[in-house]
């Protein structure tokens, strides 16, 4: 064979391994089937040949053009096609994508859980309320600086006359603020609710959503979480509370935690108190104190208190014969501590980064 033709096939052959992409093997059919390429110079040669030899070496240059062909022609199926799946058994499987609970709905449902085994039942109210169920019965009236604390988010007047027009709702309570509907600012109101269907003794908590009208920062949001309990009977008194609360917050946190009461002002308990707990970041420190706790040794968690006689007298109990304690906290507040969150808006943002870490 021509050395030369010799050549370029050995070239091929050494070449065509190399070739794992388009533009490479573009370059390959450039070089040696192209216009200008190698073959195609080596056809100018044949013409300047005499007959006999030009029948001999034109057999041997079509032999060679067939076999570059060729092998394009394979690399170009090999690229083009799919690559090959081969399934085995012993392939591990892919998982799939399931969601989980979000960091509230854990949280919640361990709290439920802790203070079931405390004795304490589990009730929903609704996340509409009226005036009077909102602040009226649990004496906040409408001139009480009291209602400065809370910015309301008021639903649409008309629209709800209307929905009352439809449904012929009957109003019973016509001396009662029940006109004015509003998203509820806590979740207090469902206690008046319980209060006038149930009869003491009860120990219940109500969790849930509750809407304050105001603007959003690190340690605000206008929608967040409540849980608030409730306990009604003999026993009920601020030891027991104090009490519950340990208990609650030592399961919650898995470590032995003190609870520290502090006098504070709210309108439906009287005396009330604000109760903080041991900062579970310097709790075994033998000097007490950290950055998350600013050196006191206790975080802030909530409000308390025992419930006022005026509560009472609105849902028509005699409090001369009934007492009991009422306490309420932040959910994403207690979550927030727990894993060092330090923005609560996170917890609505639907990011996933933030979501899938729980
Ligand atoms: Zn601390």
Not at 58 to 70: C, D, H, R, V
Not at 87 to 105: A, E, N, Y
């Amino acid at each position: 064979m021509n050395e030369t033709l010799e050549g370029i096939l050995k070239e091929v052959h050494q070449i065509r391994d190399q070739i794992k992409d388009v533009e490479t093997l573009e370059n390959f059919r450039v070089k040696f089937l192209g216009r200008k390429g190698l073959l195609a110079n080596l056809a100018d040669e044949l013409k300047s040949l005499d007959d006999e030899k030009k029948k001999k070496f034109g057999y041997q240059f079509n032999l060679a053009k067939k076999e570059i062909e060729s092998v394009y022609e394979e690399l170009k199926q090999n690229l083009v096609q799919e690559p090959k799946v081969r399934f085995s058994f012993r392939h591990p499987g892919q998982k799939p994508l399931v969601g989980h609970l979000s960091p509230i709905s854990l949280a919640l449902n361990q709290a439920i859980k802790i203070f079931t085994n405390l004795g304490f039942k589990t009730i929903l109210g609704s996340e509409i309320e009226n005036e009077y169920y909102n602040f009226d019965a649990l004496n906040i009236p409408a001139d009480h600086p009291a209602r400065d604390l809370w910015d309301t988010f008021w639903l649409d007047q008309k629209k709800e006359e209307e929905v009352d027009k439809k449904n012929q709702r009957s109003k019973k309570n016509k001396n009662k603020n029940t006109d004015r509907y509003l998203l509820r600012t806590h979740t207090s109101p469902s206690q008046v609710h319980y209060l006038e269907k149930n009869f003491p003794p009860f120990r219940i908590i109500i969790p849930g959503k509750v809407f304050r009208y105001e603007a959003t920062d690190k340690t605000h949001e206008f929608e967040f979480h409540q849980l608030e309990g409730l306990a009604i009977g003999a026993g009920a008194n601020l030891a027991e509370l104090k009490g519950v609360l340990e208990k609650f917050f030592s399961e919650f946190y898995k470590k032995n935690l003190k609870i520290r009461l502090r006098p504070a002002y709210f309108p439906f308990v009287e005396p009330g108190l604000e109760f903080d707990v041991e900062c579970i970041f310097c709790l075994n420190q033998k000097k007490k104190g950290c950055a998350i706790c600013k050196q006191s040794g206790f975080i802030e968690i909530g409000g308390a208190g025992m419930v006022h006689p005026f509560v009472f007298k609105s849902v028509g109990l005699d409090s001369s014969k009934n007492y009991g304690y009422a306490f309420g906290l932040g959910l994403e507040r207690i979550i927030m501590i727990r894993y060092k969150i330090n923005d609560i808006r996170l917890f609505h943002s639907n990011d996933k980064r933030f979501i899938e870490q729980f």
